[in-house]
Nanobody, 123 residues
Framework: VQLVESGGGSVQAGGSLRLSCAAS????????MGWFRQAPGKEREAVAF????????CYADSVKGRFTISQDNAKNTVYLQMNSLKAEDTAMYYC??????????????????WGQGTQVTVS
């Protein structure tokens, strides 16, 4: 399974970005997709989760109300719409795929596949 992120960049505080994650190369489509992020010197943290079979979602408390995860099944792509960005959102953002099921799971260890990351910088 290959996961390719795009859409990162630099933005001023209060601005918006939309990240994309295109999935390919799988026999069985991942049941779940997640977004994680890692800032320099910090541990990787979960951002958002989506159940690809039914579109159920959940979010880390730090991004609730500001970020929205969604999917386009026809394009095998998951998106992360990020609004009201803050300086503390600055990090490398990673897309991940797994076979967890419909329950919310924001643990990185639950995911089997990872993208290479896309940098988001908020100033």
């Amino acid at each position: 399974v290959q996961l390719v992120e795009s859409g990162g960049g630099s933005v001023q505080a209060g601005g918006s970005l939309r990240l994309s994650c295109a999935a390919s190369g799988y026999t069985f489509r991942p049941h779940n997709m997640g977004w994680f992020r890692q800032a320099p010197g910090k541990e990787r943290e979960a951002v958002a989760f989506i159940y690809t079979g039914g579109a159920g979602t959940c979010y880390a408390d730090s991004v609730k109300g500001r970020f929205t995860i969604s999917q386009d099944n026809a394009k095998n792509t998951v998106y992360l719409q990020m609004n009201s960005l803050k300086a503390e959102d600055t990090a490398m953002y990673y897309c991940a795929g797994g076979y967890i099921g419909s329950r919310c799971d924001l643990a990185a260890t639950s995911y089997n596949y990872w993208g290479q990351g896309t940098q988001v910088t908020v100033s």
